[in-house]
């Protein structure tokens, strides 16, 4: 696969890299797509931190969404403070103290088994004194995701609580179920983990406020169904009588940045490898992670084109390799390359792993064409988590 250079239209000849650089414009068309699903279908969508934090765009979110959901306290607490609107929680589990500091930031938390419900729900009423719904993460078992490391519906998985393990005691305190069991999937998958969440838990959604469809709806990615989405939400609504809401990230940035970088030096092994300023194993982890290959503007698969290179980052680990790509022309130093669709579980998974600096943070006007850098990262944020 090839990525035309043209759908990155912005000069980065005077970024300074490493970059993460977002398009505002894409972004707003994807949270306008969002916007439609939540009128149409009389829904909630909601920020997954998890998959996209960057915070100086939180006014541009707000404008479309109602709120975030969480997975920690530093989480629901930078959407408390930046991004306003609803907060939820959800996580593996929760500690005492975490617990305490959530329930003065969410207004939803989501437990993930019926004995961490049963510890926290005493504190709560002895301590809390502002409202909070509680939900539970349930576990119905069918498989949507072909990668294991990415499918909560996975044998043992650890995400969710199974049906028989529920006491009514429980439910009876409920005011919510939550699911998550899709990864970049579309409303077909939808269809079918509704038909298997119905199934297991028909007999209690009736009794519920409201349901959570967790995330991994690839609702903005080209080619989605987005009318049958709204149709699978309008009938579940109309047949329970309850609110719904989603909570992908990777919708809502998915297509809108990228992440620039600089070619530092060119070798020879059995063949041309370039040195990036930029990381798989700190700034791009899913590449060895998930994996995936990241697509560059202008360049093809290995032999594609005339000058082929191996791509590698500036960690010493070994393996920290991006790939190989080739090119229409021989690399130079100091040349620009443009990585493709950077935005979702990349500025929130970067480590400083051997000191390497994070890429800056910044933002580019459709408009305009001109890019502002929000945030850049020095030695003080290497050190300051390592003290």
């Given at each position: 696969?090839?990525?035309?250079?043209?759908?990155?239209?912005?000069?980065?000849?005077?970024?300074e890299?490493?970059?993460?650089?977002?398009d505002?414009?894409?972004?707003?068309?994807?949270?306008?797509?969002l916007?439609?699903?939540?009128?149409?279908?009389?829904?909630?969508?909601?920020?997954?931190?998890?998959?996209?934090?960057?915070?100086?765009v939180?006014?541009?979110?707000?404008?479309?969404?109602?709120?975030?959901?969480?997975?920690?306290?530093?989480?629901?607490?930078?959407?408390?403070e930046?991004?306003?609107?609803?907060?939820?929680?959800?996580?593996?589990?929760?500690?005492?103290?975490?617990?305490?500091?959530?329930?003065?930031?969410?207004?939803?938390i989501v437990?993930?088994?019926?004995?961490?419900?049963?510890?926290?729900?005493?504190?709560?009423?002895?301590e809390g004194?502002?409202a909070?719904?509680?939900?539970?993460?349930v576990?119905?078992?069918?498989?949507?995701?072909e990668?294991?490391?990415?499918d909560?519906?996975?044998?043992?998985?650890?995400l969710?609580?199974?049906?028989?393990?529920?006491?009514?005691?429980?439910i009876?305190?409920?005011?919510?179920?939550?699911?998550?069991?899709?990864c970049?999937?579309?409303?077909?998958?939808?269809?079918?983990?509704?038909?298997?969440?119905?199934?297991?838990?028909?007999?209690?959604?009736g009794?519920?406020?409201?349901?959570?469809?967790?995330?991994?709806?690839?609702?903005?990615?080209?080619?989605?169904?987005v009318?049958?989405l709204?149709?699978?939400?309008?009938?579940?609504?109309q047949?329970?009588?309850?609110?719904?809401y989603?909570?992908?990230?990777?919708?809502?940035?998915?297509r809108?940045?990228?992440?620039?970088?600089?070619?530092?030096?060119?070798?020879?092994?059995n063949?041309?490898?370039?040195?990036?300023d930029?990381?798989?194993?700190?700034?791009?982890p899913?590449?060895?992670?998930?994996?995936?290959?990241a697509?560059?503007?202008?360049?093809?698969?290995?032999?594609?084109?005339?000058?082929?290179?191996r791509?590698?980052?500036?960690?010493?680990?070994?393996?920290d390799?991006?790939?190989?790509?080739?090119?229409?022309?021989?690399?130079?130093?100091?040349?620009?390359?443009?990585?493709?669709?950077?935005?979702?579980?990349?500025?929130?998974k970067?480590?400083?792993?051997?000191?390497?600096?994070?890429?800056?943070i910044g933002?580019?006007?459709?408009a305009?064409?001109?890019?502002?850098?929000?945030?850049?990262?020095?030695?003080?944020?290497?050190?300051?988590?390592?003290?």
């Amino acid at each position: 696969m090839t990525v035309n250079a043209m759908d990155w239209p912005y000069d980065v000849s005077d970024v300074e890299t490493p970059a993460f650089l977002v398009d505002t414009g894409a972004l707003r068309r994807n949270l306008a797509i969002l916007k439609r699903v939540q009128d149409e279908a009389d829904c909630k969508i909601l920020l997954a931190l998890k998959g996209f934090a960057m915070w100086a765009v939180a006014p541009i979110v707000r404008e479309y969404l109602p709120g975030v959901t969480s997975s920690s306290v530093d989480e629901a607490r930078l959407g408390r403070e930046e991004f306003g609107g609803e907060v939820h929680a959800c996580a593996p589990a929760y500690s005492d103290a975490d617990f305490r500091e959530l329930i003065w930031l969410c207004d939803h938390i989501v437990f993930n088994s019926p004995s961490q419900a049963a510890r926290l729900l005493p504190i709560y009423e002895a301590e809390g004194k502002r409202a909070v719904s509680f939900g539970l993460r349930v576990n119905h078992g069918h498989r949507e995701v072909e990668t294991e490391l990415y499918d909560p519906s996975a044998p043992r998985s650890r995400l969710g609580a199974l049906r028989e393990t529920i006491p009514d005691a429980l439910i009876a305190r409920l005011d919510g179920l939550h699911f998550h069991s899709l990864c970049e999937l579309g409303a077909d998958a939808l269809e079918r983990t509704l038909v298997a969440f119905e199934a297991q838990f028909g007999d209690v959604i009736g009794r519920m406020k409201w349901i959570n469809f967790g995330g991994g709806h690839h609702i903005t990615r080209p080619g989605y169904d987005v009318d049958g989405l709204i149709a699978l939400i309008r009938a579940f609504k109309q047949r329970y009588n309850v609110e719904v809401y989603l909570e992908p990230g990777e919708a809502i940035a998915i297509r809108t940045g990228v992440l620039v970088a600089s070619v530092l030096d060119l070798i020879e092994n059995n063949g041309p490898i370039a040195i990036l300023d930029t990381s798989a194993t700190a700034h791009m982890p899913d590449t060895l992670e998930m994996p995936y290959r990241a697509e560059i503007y202008g360049a093809g698969l290995p032999g594609a084109k005339a000058h082929t290179y191996r791509l590698g980052g500036l960690t010493c680990l070994a393996g920290d390799v991006i790939g190989d790509y080739s090119f229409d022309a021989p690399l130079t130093i100091g040349q620009k390359l443009v990585f493709a669709d950077m935005s979702h579980y990349t500025m929130v998974k970067t480590t400083t792993f051997n000191g390497v600096r994070l890429p800056s943070i910044g933002t580019v006007d459709p408009a305009t064409g001109k890019h502002t850098i929000h945030r850049r990262f020095g030695y003080e944020d290497y050190k300051g988590r390592l003290g």
